[in-house]
């Protein structure tokens, strides 16, 4: 029972070694190989010792991947393997708007609830609060919250 065991050995490290480096599948192929070998061996001492080697590897395979992926990017040459996230600055990746506030202006589009208003000189994306307002009313910025300019009808155009 020996050399099957050898052999889950060596196919267990090829297994983390294809984790830590590039061999474009080289190294998976001999770890297959060595577990595969080390199968055949452990059945042909019996069935006992082929399904007891089954199991370990059903467990130890998968414990043995996750273990070298969680401990890659400790490693030195594991975090100059790998990209660090996104530089972000910070403030949510979108401008303020919050200079809106109470601004009066137009709108360019029909709100339905959504549409274009024209505050001061600044073209913005807007949502009506209360529903429906028609292109060229006059409207007042309710508030911003976040991304988002909610604005209300001051005055309604007349339809001639």
Do not use: K, N
Request: charged share 20%; with cysteine.
């Amino acid at each position: 029972m020996l050399v099957p065991i050898v052999l889950l050995l060596i196919g267990l490290a090829l297994v983390v070694a294809e984790v830590f480096f590039v061999s474009m599948g080289l190294l998976s192929l001999m770890a297959g190989t060595c577990i595969l070998a080390a199968d055949v061996l452990a059945f042909q001492q019996g069935q006992t010792e082929g399904w007891t080697l089954v199991a370990l590897q059903i467990v130890l395979v998968p414990l043995l991947v996750w273990g070298a992926f969680r401990l890659l990017p400790r490693l030195p040459f594991g975090r100059r393997m790998l990209l660090g996230g996104p530089v972000t600055e910070p403030g949510g990746g979108f401008a303020s708007l919050d200079h809106l506030e109470g601004r009066e202006g137009r709108a360019l589009t029909d709100l339905r609830p959504a549409g274009t208003a024209l505050l001061g000189d600044e073209r913005v994306s807007v949502v009506a609060i209360g529903g429906f307002i028609p292109r060229d009313s006059d409207v007042v910025v309710s508030a911003v919250e976040g991304p988002e300019v909610r604005v209300r009808a001051t005055s309604v155009p007349d339809d001639d």
